[in-house]
């Protein structure tokens, strides 16, 4: 069930209890609340994301101690560059996203907070959007997403900032 909380605190609280215990893993890793809980007013079925930004040379070690630490998570491939996990010890679902800094997941989930957070209409379509396939296929849901993050890439452009500052950021 979708929802737009209005107190977002429990959401912050539970990302800065993860993102600690993720630092302490990863402590050269830059790691960041993205998705739906990230973005005021966005609609949200009540998971967090957490991206854990590190540099290329870092990736395969950063890899390797979260393969042990957490399980990994089913519904996405890891790549070169990429690894989903899921996040066992929160309060709620958890899915953690091992990254490389500026190839297309760290562009990716960053760009479309950016773009959230700064544009009231592109808030707007994505709450739509997810609002429009609650209940449904989740693949029609991840390709309309997809075509809508495009299309505000194209409208607004992406523009974040590549560098690794090890550190947990909101």
């Known amino acids: 069930m979708l929802f737009v909380p209005s107190d977002t605190r429990s959401f912050h609280e539970e990302f800065e209890r993860a993102a600690a215990a993720l630092f302490v893993l990863v402590p050269f890793a830059a790691v960041e609340h993205v998705g739906s809980t990230a973005v005021p007013g966005s609609a949200t079925k009540g998971d967090l994301d957490i991206l854990v930004r590190v540099d290329r040379a870092d990736f395969e070690n950063a890899q390797f101690v979260l393969d042990a630490a957490l399980a990994c998570s089913p519904r996405n491939e890891s790549t070169d560059c990429y690894a989903e996990y899921d996040f066992a010890d929160s309060g709620v679902p ?8 500026g190839e297309f ?13 700064s ?52």
């Open 105 to 117: 997941h760290d562009r990716h989930f960053r760009g479309f907070k950016s773009i959230l957070i």
């Open 94 to 101: 958890t899915a953690v996203q091992l990254c490389v800094t």
């Open 119 to 170: 544009n009231p209409e592109a808030l707007r379509l994505y709450n739509e959007l997810k609002e429009a396939h609650e209940g449904g296929e989740m693949s029609a849901y991840r390709l309309a997403k997809e075509q809508l993050i495009e299309s505000l890439f194209a409208r607004y452009g992406v523009d974040v900032d590549i560098t690794v500052r090890p550190g947990i950021y909101r």
